[in-house]
T-cell receptor
């Protein structure tokens, strides 16, 4: 099985930066995904890391360290619409299915 | 193009009744997944279909749960003799193939068992 640990809640101010950490244990490794889920809506894909390092995509960046079983999602220039739950989802080497963490609820305040 | 659709969007049923939840994946996607999300919890994998291969049912919580995928497209998740602990949002996702890295989620069906 997979063990996934990420903070439950984070609060930040509009325009600020927030970093959401995720640690995981998987049976092998075949990529880690981050999804965004607004309240009452379906998750939407944000990023995918399979190699170590930082992947930047606009205001959002995701980092992966496979040896440490660690990833983070960095949200820059926060906007009110970024208030949502952010789900870390690693995939094991023989798995096609994702295992999702409970998610980190980010609240952006004016 | 059209995304993943699910029906119904909401379902309220009495304990002990059977329910059927439907998922229409994105056209051309060979992989289809069902997940369950209880209030305040992460997504829990239920079942996976890939083309004509035998489905991975390893996430189904009990034998009251079953799923079919007809013609490699539409899928139905059936819960028999529903229990209150079955109350959750049931999400369907599809991807181009099992190895494709992006899963597209439907809006979900909110099931409430009274």
């Amino acid at each position: 099985g997979q063990n996934i640990d990420q903070p439950t809640e984070m609060t930040a101010t509009e325009g600020a930066i927030v970093q959401i950490n995720c640690t995981y244990q998987t049976s092998g490794f075949n990529g880690l995904f981050w999804y965004q889920q607004h309240a009452g809506e379906a998750p939407t894909f944000l990023s995918y890391n399979v190699l170590d390092g930082l992947e930047e995509k606009g205001r959002f960046s995701s980092f992966l360290s496979r040896s440490k079983g660690y990833s983070y999602l960095l949200l820059k220039e926060l906007q009110m619409k970024d208030s949502a739950s952010y789900l870390c989802a690693p995939r094991g080497s023989n798995d096609y299915k994702l295992s999702f963490g409970a998610g980190t609820t980010v609240t952006v305040r004016a | 193009g059209a995304g993943v659709s699910q029906s119904p969007s909401n379902k309220v049923t009495e304990k002990g009744k059977d329910v059927e939840l439907r998922c229409d994946p994105i056209s051309g996607h060979t992989a289809l997944y069902w997940y369950r999300q209880s209030l305040g919890q992460g997504l829990e994998f239920l079942i996976y279909f890939q083309g004509n291969s035998a489905p991975d049912k390893s996430g189904l919580p009990s034998d009251r749960f079953s799923a079919e995928r007809t013609g490699g497209s539409v899928s139905t998740l059936t819960i028999q003799r529903t229990q209150q602990e079955d109350s959750a949002v049931y999400l369907c996702a599809s991807s181009l193939s099992g190895s494709s890295y992006e899963q597209y989620f439907g809006p979900g069906t909110r099931l409430t068992v009274t």
